[in-house]
């Protein structure tokens, strides 16, 4: 008898788990975000896009994917350093990664989170200023061979602001590109590393 309590009990609490993740929903996110660098007494700020799609598992767990696109990845002394020639020279990523978000108990519309990700940067070389469109032209063409996709981790947390279908998000990331090649030299040492502050907005379904 008590065997058979303790199964009908699991059972149980099984589908009232099942039945309250069922009541979560799925949602998409468009983002935008504003990256500070700061190494060596050096500071650097950029733009960044993307979106974000998310499911959840329990309740609490979410799993997420995300893309988007870094306007500058370059760290602040490389930056500086870059700023003092006459031409403009720049190192943008686009990337997708996926990963985990921990949310606290749906007992409001307000709930804070904690999540980390990994995935792939596609790093693009561009360099202008020269005085000439074509020769501008032809150099990025050369500069595609120097293109890199590394890989790309982050973490960080924020608020969700939920209303009926729609969700807005308030958060930051730490971002880190494990690079191994030229763009380690061209980081003077430094990491290829970023905090963004973001403000997103979406709707669930």
Same mark, same amino acid.
């Given at each position: 008898?008590?065997?058979?309590?303790?199964?009908?009990?699991?059972?149980?609490?099984?589908?009232?788990?099942?039945?309250?993740?069922?009541?979560?929903?799925?949602?998409?996110?468009?983002?935008?975000? *504003?990256? =500070?660098?700061?190494?060596?007494?050096?500071?650097?700020?950029?733009?960044?896009? $993307? /979106? &974000?799609?998310? @499911?959840?598992?329990?309740?609490?767990?979410?799993?997420?994917?995300?893309?988007?696109?870094?306007?500058?990845?370059?760290?602040?002394?490389?930056?500086?350093? *870059?700023? =003092?020639?006459?031409?403009?020279?720049?190192?943008?990523?686009?990337?997708?990664? $996926? /990963? &985990?978000?921990? @949310?606290?108990?749906?007992?409001?519309?307000?709930?804070?989170?904690?999540?980390?990700s990994a995935g792939f940067a596609r790093m693009s070389v561009q360099l202008n200023g020269f005085g000439s469109s074509s020769f501008d032209l032809l150099t990025n063409l050369g500069l595609q061979f120097l293109n890199r996709t590394d890989p790309i981790a982050s973490a960080g947390g924020g608020v969700t602001f939920e209303s009926g279908p729609l969700i807005a998000d308030v958060g930051y990331r730490y971002r880190r590109i494990f690079s191994t090649d030229w763009m380690s030299t061209l980081a003077l040492g430094d990491t290829l590393h970023s905090n963004e502050l973001r403000i997103g907005l979406g709707v669930r379904f």
């Open positions: 008898m008590t065997r058979l309590t303790t199964a009908f009990v699991l059972v149980a609490s099984l589908a009232a788990g099942g039945h309250a993740s069922a009541q979560e929903r799925s949602f998409v996110q468009g983002f935008g975000g *504003l990256s =500070l660098g700061s190494s060596f007494g050096f500071t650097n700020s950029s733009t960044d896009f $993307g /979106g &974000v799609a998310g @499911t959840h598992l329990t309740p609490n767990l979410q799993i997420v994917g995300e893309a988007g696109r870094m306007s500058n990845v370059l760290p602040p002394v490389a930056d500086f350093l *870059l700023d =003092l020639t006459p031409v403009d020279y720049s190192v943008s990523a686009w990337y997708a990664q $996926g /990963g &985990v978000r921990f @949310t606290t108990t749906k007992r409001s519309g307000i709930r804070p989170y904690a999540e980390t």
